[in-house]
């Protein structure tokens, strides 16, 4: 929240003389002095600021001060220059309304130091940027040249200005700067030729002469050393505290940012060490025929620097200094100048040369700060000039100043009481008239066109004739002694004929702020401001630009026979122009006071701040604030600041502020006739009751604060006492749980003991009890076990009798109980359970099946026989179908371990299994014999080399047969070959082939059923192997030759299969007859197994032995 303050708020004495109760000068005075003591250098008149000069610098103008006043009320804080420079900018600013700032004081009250405050504060608040912070820093760098070039030191001040300055700074809409005017007003160029003792010519020749380098001061044709220089004093040439070296850099520097070019200051430099060449011009008399004294230049050495430096033909200029030429009309008249009227023409020439360069420094600074843009500006003037001034001996200079304070005054009471009476207007307060001093008066004896002193002064200078001072004091006696404000020995007047304070040749007049004795010589001469047109003639002619323009009249193209104005003439005029122009803006007063005139910090001279108060009208300008009313507040701070008076109003009011103030007013019970309501501003007319209610509320703060103090310290207390009582909450709480704890500890232990002894009682009971039991029942079941022996046997005997009939009736009782028992029990099972339990138990029988399975499986070999038992009756068919398929697959798999030739073995012996098996007894021993084919080895043995190459193919089968003979029945041994398309027979012993007999010619083969190796090749009937008949054969390896044969006529596509016949009697056709051939079971003879006999001519005869 803002915390709103007011000046009103720690106040040393009262920082606004209009709330000084009572009035009057001495507490004026003390309230002042009690400020200033205080370090309180700023105090109010409602809105015109008192600054004392505090002499030494104080911390209140930092940075942060610049943000405290920054947008606040006038009178929320404590006076300030700054609150003054921030009300006059923000109204300018937000209000679009011109403002100009005054400030008056005499010489070394501190109005420079204020202007640069007021300055440097704008500065600071309003807008940023490269263009605008330029704007500015030409505005504050315009100060220093104009200081270096119009202030001086005098014994008032260090730093004296020694011209009037009016500044109108103009901003844009926004409150940015945009440049400047400057206007300066009479400055003291009596200075630059002769200075009071202890004081100082213009700064800027004390800071050329230390600051330039060697290099310029030759250029310049000038000497360091200040003694050479009849215009500057010596007697206070160095200034404490003042480095004017540096100083020169300093305006050196500021000339530059301001924007003079270097060919420009040059010439300025020129100009013033033309200046002090000048015054070292001195001029010695020369006796003329004629008699008068002419004066001639001494030493003509610093005449013609000067002219060097100027440009200046030195003749000319000489010549200037000896005589004077009037013109008249048509003629003009050469006069000689004696001695003193060539110093008068030096001195003369050498002011003009340097007020007039200081005016075009304003004029060319001026050039350089003009706002830019063509629009409409928003100005702030500050206005810096000197003030009132009572010397002892006062002359035209301090004339003119007080006229233009008197005009300030007037401008002053004008806009304050117009400002008042709008403000009375604008809050609908009734205006009561003011009685004040109006100096309109004094302002017409010195202005006035007709009998004003200047009018009178610049008649004398025109008339033709002798005019001196006197005639023009003599002249003031007869025209103003009759005005009130006039007062002189020789008037009329006989008021003043004995009056020994007022001299003869002065006259005195009564200013605003005092009597103000002037006398009168030099009057005339000053404000005649003569420069002989000689010496203005020999500038213009210089070949030198800046003085060309500094003398335009000595132009001889454009001469000029009227006079000049004069001084006073322009004075008038231009005090004129600048009240006119202050008359249409807000005007912000600041009045400086000097509290002692040592130049000392902490001393506060009474009779001077006095004198101060009283010549700057300090007491009048506060009857005029204070006539209508004291003071005055918005209704809002108002209520802010007092609500607390009224119970009603505090702590919150909620209608209208006004309304507030009036509840609070009629509840204090002021008198109504000391405030009015305006519109927006309650109106309170004696300081009196305003102390009243700052009085009220003061206490009121006290209570509220002990209040305040009260309730705080209750809270604070009570907090403390909540805090203590909540930690004793916590405290108790732990503690009783901690005790809790313990208790709970102790009991549960306690019953775990009592417990723990009443169970092992009732255990050791229930013990007792239950073996009591045990014995009862082992006894019983002893009584019983008899008892039910007697009672079986009984049943037994009488069961065995019965049992034949009761069989019967036992079984059907049986089923019948079954039946009921599962009708009953039916119902507690699920109707699929047994289903489940049937298929689960099926399941897991089959998976242990299946893993015993898995576990006992036989060897790989086809022929082993074994196979693993079967466990469950109901799994026969599986287990046989397992055992089939588990032998299927060996198989298989041992079939594929087969190479081609084993193949080819295996199925030979397949086809003798199809061929023979259980056909044929011989067939099982021949099972296991390996079908070998070629038992002869034909191709490697030497003995069949012969019979070897007879048979060309390759040979399948070859073998020892026997032939057996029909005739009786023996066998001749025969070698069998066996090839792929015959049957060749050979002799054994000399391999002679004995017959060959193409395999297409035999029809079939014929064996027994029995265990002999004989069979039969019966040949085609016709062909040419059947010639010889068909061959009964006896061989082991009969099973092989046999299959071997079929296995080829199989084979052979061009040829029929072979016929295997397989019968205990077959017939046999040898050469013309046919042979049956029966086998009979026989006995086995002489190791010789078979035996063949012919049993007629039709039969022969085998007989087998029988096999075991
Ligand atoms: N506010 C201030 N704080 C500190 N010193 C100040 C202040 N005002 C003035 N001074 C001191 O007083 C001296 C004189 O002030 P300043 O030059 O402003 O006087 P002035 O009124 O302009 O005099 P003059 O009429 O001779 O020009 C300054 O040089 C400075 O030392
Ligand atoms: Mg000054």
């Known amino acids: 929240m803002e915390v709103k303050t007011s000046l009103l708020d720690n106040m040393i004495g009262v920082g606004d003389m209009v709330l000084l109760e009572p009035l009057s000068e001495d507490s004026f005075l003390e309230n002042l002095r009690n400020r200033f003591d205080h370090n309180e250098i700023y105090t109010y008149i409602g809105s015109v600021v008192i600054s004392m000069n505090p002499y030494r610098s104080l911390p209140i103008y930092t940075p942060e001060k610049v943000e405290d006043y920054r947008n606040r009320n006038f009178y929320e804080l404590s006076p300030h220059i700054y609150a003054l420079a921030d009300e006059a900018y923000r109204s300018l600013r937000d209000q679009d309304k011109d403002q100009c700032i005054l400030i008056t004081g005499e010489s070394g009250a501190g109005k420079t130091e204020a202007s640069k405050l007021v300055m440097s504060y704008v500065a600071a608040v309003c807008g940023k940027g490269q263009e605008v912070n330029k704007v500015k820093e030409q505005l504050l760098q315009s100060n220093p040249v104009l200081e270096a070039f119009g202030n001086a030191k005098t014994v008032r001040n260090d730093n004296s200005s020694r011209f009037g300055k009016y500044m109108d700074i103009e901003f844009d809409f926004k409150g940015d700067p ?45 000497d360091r050393d200040f003694s050479k220089y009849n215009y500057l004093s010596l007697d206070s040439a160095v200034v404490n505290g003042l480095d004017d070296a540096a100083n020169f850099r300093t305006v050196r520097n500021a000339m530059q940012i301001v924007g003079f070019m270097e060919d420009e200051v040059q010439s300025v430099l020129e100009l013033v060490a033309a200046v002090l060449k000048l015054g070292n011009i001195e001029f010695k008399p020369e006796s003329r025929c004629n008699g008068t004294d002419e004066s001639r230049v001494k030493d003509k050495n610093d005449l013609k620097e000067m002219c060097e430096l100027l ?68 100005v702030m003037g500050v206005l810096d000039i000197y003030g009132f001034e009572i010397f002892e001996d006062n002359s035209f200079e301090q004339f003119i100043i007080n006229y233009c304070n008197e005009k300030l005054q007037q401008i002053f009471i004008e806009l304050t009481l117009r400002e008042e009476q709008e403000e009375y207007v604008r809050e609908g307060i009734e205006w009561t008239n003011i009685e004040y001093f109006n100096n309109a008066v004094i302002c017409d004896l010195i202005e006035n066109n007709q009998n004003g002193i200047l009018a009178m002064l610049d008649e004398e200078c025109l008339r033709p004739g002798t005019v001196t001072d006197e005639t023009f004091l003599d002249k003031l006696n007869t025209i103003c002694a009759e005005h009130q404000h006039f007062e002189s020995r020789l008037s009329k007047n006989s008021k003043f004929l004995t009056d020994h304070s007022l001299p003869h040749n002065c006259f005195r007049i009564q200013h605003y702020a005092g009597k103000v004795l002037y006398r009168a010589e030099g009057f005339v001469d000053k404000n005649n401001d003569l420069l002989y047109r000689d010496l203005s003639q020999a500038m213009y002619k210089a070949n030198h630009s800046l003085i060309k323009q500094l003398f335009p009249e000595g132009n001889p193209g454009k001469v000029n026979l009227k006079r000049p104005p004069t001084a006073g003439f322009q004075f008038k005029a231009s005090v004129g122009t600048l009240m006119r122009n202050l008359q249409t803006k807000n005007p912000n007063y600041i009045r400086c006071i000097k509290p002692n005139d040592k130049k000392a910090s902490h001393i506060f001279t009474e009779s001077l701040v006095r004198h101060q108060v009283r010549y700057l009208g300090l007491m009048e300008n506060v009857r005029v604030r204070r006539a209508g009313y004291a003071f005055r507040q918005a209704y809002e701070p108002c209520l802010e600041r007092y609500k607390m008076l009224c119970k009603k109003t505090w702590p919150h009011w909620r209608g209208p502020a006004r309304e507030g103030v009036e509840v609070l007013m009629s509840d204090l019970q002021v008198p109504t006739e000391e405030f009015s309501y305006g519109r927006s501003k309650i109106f309170i007319r004696n300081p009196r009751t305003l102390f009243f209610l700052e009085e009220r509320r003061r206490q009121c703060l006290q209570d509220l604060a002990t209040l305040i103090q009260k309730i705080y310290r209750g809270w604070k207390c009570r907090s403390h006492f909540l805090l203590l009582k909540k930690s004793q909450i916590v405290v108790a709480a732990w503690y009783r749980r901690y005790a809790q704890q313990k208790k709970y500890q102790k009991i549960k232990s306690a019953t775990t003991v009592v417990q723990s002894y009443t169970r092992g009682w009732q255990a050791r009971k229930l013990l007792r009890e239950l073996k009591y039991q045990k014995r009862c029942e082992e006894a019983a079941t002893t009584i019983a076990a008899y008892w039910h022996g007697t009672q079986a046997r009984r049943e037994l005997r009488r069961l065995k009798e019965e049992a034949r009939r009761k069989h019967a009736v036992a079984v059907i009782w049986a089923y019948w109980q079954g039946l009921k028992v599962r009708r009953e029990y039916r119902k507690f099972f699920r109707a699929n359970a047994g289903k489940k339990i049937y298929e689960f138990t099926i399941q897991r029988i089959m998976q242990k099946y299946f893993l015993g399975l898995k576990r006992d499986l036989p060897s790989m070999s086809p022929i082993d026989k074994s196979w693993p038992s079967r466990p469950y009756l109901f799994l026969d068919g599986v287990h046989t179908e397992l055992r089939r398929i588990f032998h299927l697959w060996r198989c298989k798999k041992y079939r594929s371990t087969f190479t081609e030739e084993k193949k080819a073995v295996y199925e030979e012996k397949l086809e003798a299994s199809e061929i023979f098996k259980d056909k044929k007894a011989l067939y099982p021993s021949s099972v296991s014999q390996p079908f070998k084919g070629d038992y002869l080895e034909i191709r490697k043995n030497p003995k069949y080399q012969k019979l070897n190459s007879a048979v060309e193919e390759k040979v399948l089968l070859a073998d020892v047969v026997n032939k057996i003979n029909r005739a009786n029945g023996k066998g001749t041994a025969r070698i069998f070959l066996l090839t792929k398309n015959s049957v060749v027979l050979a002799d054994q012993k000399t391999g002679q082939v004995k017959a060959s007999v193409p395999l297409p010619d035999l029809t079939s083969v014929s064996v027994s059923t029995q265990s002999d190796g004989f069979f039969a090749l019966k040949l085609k009937e016709g062909s040419a192997s059947a ?82």
């Open 311 to 378: 440009g200046i033909e030195q003749s000319v200029l000489e010549r200037a200094f000896s005589y004077r030429t009037v013109e008249a009309k048509l003629e003009k008249v050469s006069t000689t100048l004696n001695v003193a009227q060539a110093y008068y023409a030096r001195d003369a020439l050498a002011k003009n040369l340097y007020s007039r360069l200081f005016s075009w420094l304003v004029t060319r600074i001026n050039e350089s700060i003009k706002a830019q843009a063509k629009t409409r500006h928003k």
């Open 1027 to 1108: 010639v010889k008949g068909d061959f009964l054969l006896s061989s082991e390896h009969l099973i092989e030759i046999i299959t071997k044969l079929h296995h080829i006529g199989s084979t052979a596509a061009d040829r029929e299969q072979l016929n295997v016949d397989i019968s205990d009697e077959f017939l046999v056709q040898f050469k013309q007859d046919k042979v049956c051939v029966k086998f009979i079971q026989g006995v086995a003879k002489n190791g010789n197994s078979v035996s063949c006999k012919r049993k007629n001519n039709r039969l022969l005869e085998v007989s087998v032995p029988a096999t075991a």
């Open 178 to 222: 945009l440049g400047g005017v400057i206007s300066n007003y009479l400055l003291e160029k009596s200075r630059v030729v002769k200075q009071p003792r202890g004081e100082r010519n213009f700064h800027v020749f004390y800071q050329l002469l230390s600051g330039a380098s060697d290099d310029t001061l030759r250029k310049l044709k000038l």
